[in-house]
């Protein structure tokens, strides 16, 4: 499912996203919520791979954090490199994203 929010679209991603989810990106944009991460997002997706390494998972009942390394490859730009996490909250048996983080490595 995460590999699918890099590779799948905006509209995917915000299918397998929470209305009022956060997220925050290297500056600029930063921090965004809500329809500010869908007005960022669409002219910035199209990730062609992703990489994930150093994969790790908690669980605590109907809360999942997900960390990683992402090694992500566009067309025509160099390969983004960045630590990630990204909390999903089980709502109604489907695990919908509330927040997404990425530190960009150089």
């Known amino acids: 499912m995460e590999e699918h929010f890099w590779t799948g679209g905006a509209d995917n991603a915000r299918a397998t996203t929470a209305s009022n989810a956060v997220m925050v990106f290297p500056h600029p944009p ?19 791979t992703i ?3 150093e ?3 908690t669980r605590c009942r109907d ?8 090694s992500a490859e566009k067309p025509e730009l160099p390969i983004y490199k960045a630590l990630c ?3 999903y909250l089980n709502d109604d048996d489907k695990w919908l994203r509330i927040s997404h983080q990425q530190t960009a490595m150089s």
Do not use: K, P
């Open 30 to 48: 930063g921090i965004l919520q809500g329809e500010q991460i869908w007005n960022h997002l669409r002219d910035r997706t199209g990730w062609r």
């Open 51 to 53: 990489v994930m390494s």
């Open 55 to 57: 994969r790790r998972i």
């Open 63 to 70: 809360i999942a954090i997900l960390t990683y390394r992402a």
């Open 85 to 87: 996490a990204s909390t």
